[in-house]
């Protein structure tokens, strides 16, 4: 049973990563939202890490100092991409600092979030720098370059699509914006400068946020969308399962073949017994299929990508309008008429 659920997360995390990390980080900063809030500075230096180790070596080549890369460090490797991508960690965090806004606070959970909100957009933002550092570096030139001089773009970068090329670059040159309003909203996110600022000028900066919201979400769906319109490298469907069992029998047999002609069994009693031996213990019997051999296409992935983007961003928006209204109602005032207020 054990097994069974921990496929079913394999699966779930292969298949939809961004619902998978919602729920694992929710559950993360819902338990130890006490600590993080008694002890911000500790997981702000254990957050900074991975960031560190991401600009180092970034840093370094503008210098011409070459620092060997951490990515393929066990385990730390595997932070160090998910900081870079942002896909199983910053954007999610992101997510669920818009959402409490939109949730009753009344609830523990929610609760509990809203007490740490400022710490967990102090966490998110070491991600976000990292992801800034290598997209700055590494995809941002080649956007721009696409709007600046299409024609030596086209002519030295493989393109399947010019309209999903589109997408993405203007996605990655949106980056840049996200990065300019999410950079003094981080700032202001500190003690130290929230109280030099005053309660109400902080308010009216952290308007800013929705214009953030709406920029990643623009971001993240330029992304996706410019991935399956003009997939970098292509995706090559993948071989049935027959196709492969077929092809592995095949070589084996050949193998088997050039192996009779150079060498003979000592006598027929040992030919028997390895015979026996290879038989499979379990034959006769159908075997099960598991989570791991649905595999689906990386086109596939990306639809379901997409469609999470939708859901999420579409409920946060139902959400905060319903909490607007009942808001508006509350205080005595009628909302406006086929217009939202922030």
């Known amino acids: 049973m054990v097994k069974l659920f921990i496929d079913l997360l394999s699966y779930l995390r292969e298949c939809a990563p961004l619902f998978v990390s919602l729920a694992v980080l929710t559950l993360f900063f819902v338990l130890l939202a006490k600590s993080i809030h008694k002890h911000p500075g500790w997981y702000y230096t254990l957050f900074a890490i991975p960031f560190v180790l991401v600009a180092l070596p970034t840093v370094g080549r503008l210098f011409g100092i070459e620092i060997a890369g951490f990515v393929r460090v066990p385990f730390l490797g595997e932070i160090i991409r998910d900081y870079i991508h942002m896909g199983t960690f910053g ?10 806004g939109a949730l009753n606070v009344r609830h523990t959970p929610v609760k509990r979030l809203m007490s740490i909100r400022k710490e967990m957009s102090i966490i998110v933002g070491f991600a976000v720098f990292a992801h800034s550092l290598i997209r700055v570096m590494g995809s941002v030139p080649g956007a721009f370059r696409f709007f600046a001089d299409n024609e030596g773009y086209l002519a030295s970068t493989r393109v399947v699509s010019t309209v999903g090329a589109g997408f993405s670059s203007f996605s990655f040159l949106l980056g840049i914006l996200m990065l300019i309003i999410f ?5 202001t996110s500190f003690d130290a400068v929230r109280k030099r600022m005053g309660n109400a000028r902080w308010k009216k900066w952290q308007k800013w946020s929705y214009v953030l919201y709406a920029t990643l979400f623009i971001h993240a769906m330029g992304i ?3 991935g399956i319109l003009n997939p970098r490298g292509g995706h090559a469907a993948a071989k049935p399962a027959v196709e492969v069992t077929a092809n592995v029998e095949e070589r084996a047999e050949g193998r088997g073949q050039r ?6 069994p000592a006598n ?5 017994q390895t015979s026996q031996a290879a038989k499979p213990a379990n034959s006769g019997r159908t075997p099960t299929k598991g989570f791991a051999d649905f595999k689906p296409s990386a086109q596939t992935k990306q639809y379901i990508h997409l469609v999470s983007l939708l859901l999420i961003y ?4 139902y ?6 209204r009942k808001r508006a109602f509350r205080d005595g005032r009628k909302p406006l008429e086929g ?4």
């Open 339 to 342: 217009r939202s207020r922030y």
């Open 91 to 100: 954007h999610p965090l992101l997510i669920i600092i818009m959402y409490i």
């Open 224 to 226: 996706q969308i410019g």
């Open 268 to 272: 027929a009693n040992s030919n028997r």
């Open 314 to 317: 579409g409920s946060y928006l």
């Open 259 to 264: 192996g009779s002609e150079n060498a003979r």
């Open 319 to 324: 959400l905060r309008l319903r909490k607007m």
């Open 183 to 187: 950079i003094p909203l981080w700032v």
